[in-house]
């Protein structure tokens, strides 16, 4: 009997390390990693002529996360100038709350309706200075428009020179070649796409989606060439052999590339972490996407 407690006492004492181990490493060590991932994608709708296009994925910011403080935020952008692309675009969630109030949605829209880590003047003076060959563009994220659509949308513009788009298209020109951009809300908002933005649209060629939720897809119109997208975190937790859990989203959007009934969408497991302060196997990220013609 002596002998089976003692079994029984060094099997428990062994987990409690792991965990320990675990939980230190989630928590101290995986946060304050940063890769940057490279990939190169073929997609529908989109001319020969601008294969070899750029664009620079942010998302998930959660400044004020678990090491996600203004410092790492200007960090984020240094790296993101220093992939010398073509575009820069952020997919929302750049805050993060100091608690979470259940009755914030029931709040009147255009004020502070949730207390935050980071003030959003903050964030928006730490986003200052990208530089990419055709600009810089925004969504927003469920945790944005949670806290202050309003004043996040106007003071990334007036601050940190990001455009803002809700619900709208915006165009570029590349050397003759039109590309646009349709920034969609965020899914949660409506629960609904509301595309007579991209209906609107002439020629159904080059259209890149921003949204943050990357649900969108399912609802989304076909023609679009790619959707870029966040909020999955890319399940913060990735467990060998059973991966992460979908708790927020469609589990066939964690992290990557995917491709549903012919549409294409990319997400990014983003940089800040929300609801757990842990990353196992998801480190934070931003990613350099490459555009190429499947046509």
């Known amino acids: 009997m002596k002998k089976w407690l003692k079994r029984i006492g060094i099997v428990i004492s062994v987990l409690i390390l792991l965990a320990a181990a675990f939980l230190s490493y989630a928590y101290f060590i995986e946060p304050r990693q940063f890769v940057i ?24 910011l959660h400044t004020g996360s678990n090491y996600a403080p203004p410092e790492r935020i200007r960090y984020v952008v240094e790296q993101a100038n220093a992939q010398d692309a073509d575009l820069i675009v952020l997919t929302g969630d750049y805050v993060s ?3 979470w109030d259940r009755e914030a949605r029931n709040k009147p829209e255009g004020t502070d309706r949730t207390e935050l880590k980071v003030p959003v003047e903050t964030i928006a003076e730490s986003l200052k200075g990208f530089k990419a060959k055709y600009g810089v563009y925004a969504i927003i994220g469920n945790h944005d428009w949670y806290h202050n659509e309003q004043k996040i949308h106007r003071l990334f513009e007036e601050i940190a020179g990001i455009n803002v788009l809700q ?11 039109k590309i646009r951009l349709w920034g969609l809300e965020d899914l949660y908002r ?16 080059n259209i890149i989606v921003l949204t943050h939720n990357p649900d969108s897809l399912l609802q989304a119109p076909e023609g679009f060439s790619i959707m870029f997208a966040g909020h999955s975190h ?14 927020f989203n469609d589990p066939r959007f964690m992290d990557g590339h995917a491709v549903v009934d012919g549409k294409h969408v990319y997400v990014s497991s983003g940089v800040g972490t929300s609801v757990l302060p842990f990353r196992f196997r998801v480190p934070p990220e931003i990613n350099v996407v490459t555009l190429n013609s499947a046509e």
């Open 37 to 60: 991932v490279e990939e190169t994608l073929a997609v529908p709708h989109w001319n020969k002529e601008l294969n070899g296009f750029r664009v620079v994925v942010i998302t998930d």
């Open 190 to 205: 409506n629960r609904r796409v509301p595309a007579e933005p991209f209906e609107a649209i002439e020629e159904k060629r």
């Open 167 to 177: 619900n709208e298209v915006a165009e570029i020109d590349v050397n003759g070649e």
């Open 234 to 247: 890319g399940g913060q937790l990735n467990w060998p052999i059973i991966g992460p859990f979908a708790i």
């Open 97 to 99: 709350e100091s608690k």
